[in-house]
């Protein structure tokens, strides 16, 4: 494999290709912001705007400029989102609306702890990038009420009956070992450390079924027994193999091995189960024990599932030499740019069938915005210029 070449294909989808179409079509530069809902050429087809993908793309571009160059261009659209983000995007509290009107009035009210998250790293990605404190102190403040929330995320907003069947989800400390690394500099080194050891034990320890060898999306909050129910039957191989790149990043900085090492064999056992052996392609949800899913997208073959694979695979190979790794790499790469790459607009389709046939041409839209696409292309590109 020539990884140099695979490197520079990558760098060049990213700065040629994706990172353009955002900065051209995604900038409000009427009232601030981004849109998220782009057709296929990029066109707007709905101006409502996220915050979660609001907060991922000023911290994308804030990231890049932190990190690959100090583009103008990229520092000022991460400026002016923060800047709509810092002024509507929440209730004067650091509480995060879920989604504003194009003009910034709320819609949808704070419910979803990742407006929060997102919100925390862009902000934290923007003070780097702008040395402005006043960015560094609204991270500072949401990531505060993130902790405060932790325990119930969704607070008067949850749809569950108290009481009844308590459940927790891995969403949350699988984003809060990613979130933690990106906003280390700002917070206070043992907050952090207490943060990270908690992060660890509930996705290794907890979540983590080694009878199973797969990570399970819900679990009891009362006890972190398995449900028999929908929701505690549910396995979303695409978020386990994106929250195993989150630990190997972790065993890096933290200088311990071993948990890469379970990492990638917790990675390696998702991806075999994941994998459509008919079709080729991840599911995007299964059940732990064959049942018929209750999500009607459940044979979907998404975007951002096949990208974080594709990361979590190849940095398995990095780090650790696993020749496995590597081929799982090659194949979602081959599988990635027949299927996801669109050869005639910039930009990747989110959603194909479990044909791996186009299914929605959007470009970005409610979930999909800018940040798994360049994200990827960028940690991708990264990686592989190190491989040897």
Same mark, same amino acid.
């Given at each position: 494999?020539?990884?140099?070449?695979?490197?520079?294909?990558?760098?060049?989808?990213?700065?040629?290709?994706?990172?353009?179409?955002?900065?051209?079509?995604?900038?409000?530069?009427?009232?601030?912001?981004?849109?998220?809902?782009?057709?296929?050429?990029?066109?707007?087809?709905?101006?409502?705007?996220?915050?979660?993908?609001? *907060?991922?793309?000023?911290? %994308?571009?804030?990231?890049?400029?932190?990190?690959?160059?100090?583009?103008?261009?990229?520092?000022?659209?991460?400026?002016?989102? =923060?800047?709509?983000?810092?002024?509507?995007?929440? +209730?004067? +509290?650091?509480? $995060?609306?879920?989604?504003?009107?194009?003009? =910034?009035?709320?819609?949808?009210?704070?419910?979803?702890?990742?407006?929060?998250?997102?919100?925390?790293?862009?902000?934290?990605? %923007?003070?780097?990038?702008? #040395?402005?404190?006043?960015?560094?102190?609204?991270?500072?403040?949401?990531?505060?009420?993130?902790?405060?929330?932790?325990?119930?995320?969704? #607070?008067?907003?949850?749809?569950?009956?108290? #009481?009844?069947?308590?459940?927790?989800?891995?969403?949350?400390?699988?984003?809060?070992?990613?979130?933690?690394?990106?906003?280390?500099?700002?917070?206070?080194?043992? %907050?952090? +450390?207490?943060?990270?050891?908690?992060?660890?034990?509930? !996705?290794?320890?907890?979540?983590?079924?080694?009878?199973?060898?797969?990570?399970?999306?819900? %679990?009891?909050?009362?006890?972190?027994?398995?449900?028999?129910?929908?929701?505690?039957?549910?396995?979303?191989?695409?978020?386990?193999?994106?929250?195993?790149?989150?630990?190997?990043?972790?065993?890096?900085?933290?200088?311990?091995?071993?948990?890469?090492?379970?990492? !990638?064999?917790?990675?390696?056992?998702?991806?075999?189960? *994941?994998?459509?052996?008919?079709?080729?392609?991840?599911?995007?949800?299964? +059940?732990?024990?064959?049942?018929?899913?209750?999500?009607?997208?459940?044979?979907?073959?998404?975007?951002?599932?096949?990208?974080?694979?594709?990361?979590?695979?190849?940095? =398995?190979?990095?780090?650790? #030499?696993?020749?496995?790794?590597?081929?799982?790499?090659?194949?979602?790469?081959?599988?990635? $740019?027949?299927?996801?790459?669109?050869?005639?607009?910039?930009?990747?389709?989110?959603?194909?069938?479990?044909? *791996?046939?186009?299914?929605?041409?959007?470009?970005?839209?409610? $979930?999909? =915005?800018?940040?798994? !696409?360049?994200? *990827?292309?960028?940690?991708?590109?990264?990686?592989?210029?190190?491989?040897?």
């Amino acid at each position: 494999m020539d990884f140099q070449k695979l490197a520079n294909q990558y760098k060049t989808e990213l700065l040629d290709s994706v990172l353009p179409f955002w900065l051209e079509h995604s900038q409000d530069k009427q009232y601030g912001g981004y849109f998220s809902c782009l057709d296929r050429d990029g066109s707007v087809y709905d101006t409502d705007k996220f915050i979660w993908l609001q *907060g991922r793309e000023v911290w %994308l571009f804030a990231m890049l400029y932190n990190k690959v160059e100090k583009r103008q261009e990229w520092l000022d659209c991460a400026i002016q989102g =923060g800047e709509f983000l810092k002024k509507y995007g929440h +209730d004067g +509290d650091y509480n $995060w609306y879920f989604s504003l009107t194009r003009e =910034g009035k709320p819609i949808i009210d704070p419910y979803n702890i990742f407006s929060y998250t997102f919100a925390t790293m862009a902000f934290a990605q %923007l003070a780097i990038a702008s #040395g402005n404190d006043e960015y560094a102190q609204i991270a500072k403040k949401t990531f505060d009420r993130i902790l405060e929330k932790r325990s119930n995320p969704k #607070g008067k907003w949850t749809k569950a009956h108290a #009481g009844t069947r308590p459940m927790k989800d891995f969403a949350l400390p699988m984003i809060l070992c990613n979130l933690a690394l990106e906003i280390e500099q700002l917070i206070d080194p043992k %907050l952090i +450390d207490q943060t990270i050891e908690v992060c660890l034990h509930e !996705v290794m320890e907890v979540f983590y079924q080694k009878d199973l060898g797969l990570i399970v999306e819900n %679990l009891s909050a009362t006890d972190n027994s398995l449900i028999d129910c929908f929701e505690g039957r549910t396995i979303n191989p695409g978020h386990s193999l994106e929250a195993m790149w989150f630990i190997m990043d972790l065993g890096k900085r933290l200088n311990r091995p071993e948990l890469i090492d379970q990492a !990638v064999k917790i990675a390696l056992s998702t991806i075999n189960y *994941g994998w459509d052996k008919q079709y080729g392609g991840i599911f995007y949800f299964m +059940d732990r024990l064959g049942h018929p899913q209750q999500q009607l997208e459940w044979d979907q073959k998404l975007w951002w599932v096949h990208i974080e694979s594709s990361i979590a695979m190849l940095k =398995g190979y990095q780090l650790t #030499g696993n020749k496995e790794c590597l081929a799982w790499f090659e194949k979602l790469h081959d599988y990635m $740019w027949t299927h996801f790459k669109d050869t005639e607009y910039p930009e990747w389709f989110g959603y194909l069938n479990r044909r *791996g046939e186009m299914l929605l041409p959007l470009k970005g839209g409610k $979930w999909k =915005g800018c940040f798994h !696409v360049p994200r *990827g292309l960028y940690q991708l590109w990264k990686i592989l210029e190190e491989c040897k």
